[in-house]
Nanobody
Framework: QVQLVESGGGLVQSGGSLRLSCTTS????????MAWYRQAPGKQRELVAT???????DYPNSVKGRFTISRDNAKNTVYLQMNSLKPEDTAVYYC??????????????WGQGIQVTVSS
């Protein structure tokens, strides 16, 4: 069973920065894509950043220019650097790994989630 372990969340003031980390129990190069999602209370889970094995990166407009996703293959870790944080960034952040299965549907693995709270 693949495990994703997140760390780095917490409480920060508006305008501050945090870096989230997600370490996988399986070689990170196994996965087609690594991603970060977030879910605020009463809202649907939304995609925050995606990084594929061929280094295609995508962000929604809400975080573009403020958030940066990166990967350290040697450490089997993906990062989310979050700068210029806003109160509306407050949410539980989830790490996601997508594994392509030839001849079958892809598999998605999730971390347990980590709280990020931005105070105004």
């Amino acid at each position: 069973q693949v495990q994703l372990v997140e760390s780095g969340g917490g409480l920060v003031q508006s305008g501050g920065s945090l870096r989230l980390s997600c370490t996988t129990s399986k070689s990170i190069i196994t996965f087609y894509a690594m991603a970060w999602y977030r879910q605020a209370p009463g809202k649907q889970r939304e995609l925050v950043a995606t990084l594929t094995t061929d280094d295609i990166i995508d962000y929604p407009n809400s975080v573009k220019g403020r958030f940066t996703i990166s990967r350290d293959n040697a450490k089997n870790t993906v990062y989310l650097q979050m700068n210029s944080l806003k109160p509306e960034d407050t949410a539980v952040y989830y790490c996601n790994a997508e594994e392509i299965i030839f001849g079958g549907p892809s598999r998605n693995y999730w971390g347990q989630g980590i709280q990020v709270t931005v105070s105004s």
